[in-house]
């Protein structure tokens, strides 16, 4: 079982070591971990980055692909959780992420727009629901109206979010550990941190998403770790989904990459309970119906060439944790993306960094951990 991502080979690095002490110490080596650490070394500050295994490894390797504008929630959800003014500046901060994502990851983002799905009529209303609200809030979307080929038939109808994209996740990441690294980041792969009691610096982020490995008991109990499936096939012999596309509320999520090839992850509500897991394996359940899921987009059943699982971190109110921990003098988390994390990850990322270096970053109160953690023991 590996991911289709991180078998592409990953381009040399800069080998930095620092001659000092860090000021700052990030665990992660996925998207939110090198966007920090980027954000902090280029602000003057000595950090070195500690990866479990190797640079996007975890989720930012593992995961569909997908960079989406906007939270785990559908707007009108933000909106009600948020307030107006909330739910606007959520959409900002993504959108502002996507757009240094593109200035930053070269190929490895294709900015082709993407489609949200309809399965039925009582989904596409809520899809029309939320249409308004956006257009009213001046944000960008199209209603596609009659569907063409292989959609027709299948879904009800839709919405595109023309500034959308498509990931090859591992080489966007591993090109921002690079330039992290160029800044003057000492990476440490194959560097598991099992304790924040192993950490001498006067700031430690916590940038592990779903992986948070005991590291903080008040996290562990805020942030669920939670099972993607994926599976890639072999090429197809034609251009069939020029995007990202995803349905049924986020259930099914498939997106075609340019040499033909099929990704497409979700159907996690074959067994839920299941799912809500920290083991990254494949399972019969899912995978049968993620195969089922091909045949009836493509009306073929191509080869599937790999299978692969990743793990997220789920909050209960789909919004990351990023700002310092309660209780924990130093300590800041960046996690809990709820499956967004390809692009919030980027932009958590950078937002800690800034506020470590005394920067003000007004949008954190969004994502304030102190909402959601009790004060732990201190570190």
Known sequence: MGSHWLLEAAAP??????????????????????????????????????????????????NGGFALRGGAMPYPDAVRQLGRDGARALWRVSERALDTIESLAGDAIRRVGSLRL????????ELDAEAEQLE??????????ELRPPLEGLFAGGLRHPGDGALQPARWVRRLAARAAMAGVEIRELSPVSSLDE?????????????????????????????????VTEPLDSELFPGPHYARHGYDYWQQLPDGRLVIGGKRDAALAEEDTPVEAVTNAVQERLEAE???????????????????????????????????????????????????????????????AGESAPELALFAPARLLAPGTPA
């Open 199 to 231: 950490l001498d610096a006067t700031h430690v982020v916590i940038a592990t998403d779903g992986y948070t490995y005991g590291l903080a008991p008040e996290l562990d109990a805020a942030i669920a770790p939670t099972r993607g499936q994926v599976l």
């Open 118 to 125: 309809a399965v039925d009529a009582a989904e596409l209303d």
């Open 13 to 62: 690095r800069a080998a930095g070591a620092l001659n000092r002490s860090p000021d700052v110490i990030v665990v992660g080596g996925g998207v939110t971990g090198c966007s920090c650490a980027l954000a902090l070394a280029e602000r003057g500050f000595r950090v070195r980055l500690h990866e479990a295994r190797e640079i996007a490894g975890g989720a930012s390797g593992r």
């Open 294 to 356: 091909v045949e009836r987009l493509t009306g073929a059943r191509p080869r599937v060439e790999l299978r692969w699982a990743g793990i997220w971190g789920t909050t209960a109110d789909a919004l990351p944790l990023a700002g310092p921990v309660p209780g924990r003098d130093g300590v800041w988390v960046a996690a809990g993306y709820s499956g967004h994390g390809n692009v919030l990850g980027f932009a958590c990322g950078e937002l800690v960094g800034r506020a470590i």
């Open 136 to 145: 009213a809030d001046g944000f960008d979307v199209e209603r596609l109206g």
